[in-house]
Nanobody, 119 residues
């Protein structure tokens, strides 16, 4: 299974970015997909994940600013990030699993895409 993330880049504070992630090589459907991030010197943390049934789990720090959506029939997940802040700067990793469990990271990881929020 490969997860290919795209959409990262440099944006000014208050700006927006949209991340996309596509899963390929999976024989079975992905039932949970989402995003984690890791800032320099910090541990990897949950951003937002979504299940095949549409259940969402998001970090408090991004609620009201970030929105996750899915097209699981295409093995795709998206993260719309609005009102970006410098503290959102991190490498964002796509994550996926065949299970519906949103409480722990899935077994599959993408390579990461860098988001830099700076003026």
């Amino acid at each position: 299974v490969q997860l290919q993330a795209s959409g990262g880049g440099l944006v000014q504070p208050g700006g927006s970015l949209r991340l996309s992630c596509a899963a390929s090589g999976n024989r079975f459907a992905m039932n949970a997909m989402g995003w984690y991030r890791q800032a320099p010197g910090k541990q990897r943390e949950l951003v937002s994940v979504i299940s095949g049934g549409g259940r969402v789990k998001s970090a408090d720090a991004v609620k009201g600013r970030f929105s996750i959506s899915k097209e699981f029939d295409k093995s795709m997940v998206y993260l719309q990030m609005n009102s970006l802040r410098p503290e959102d700067t991190a490498v964002y990793y796509c994550n996926a699993d065949h299970s519906y469990n949103l409480e722990v990271p899935g077994q599959f990881w993408g390579q990461g895409t860098l988001v830099t929020v700076s003026s």
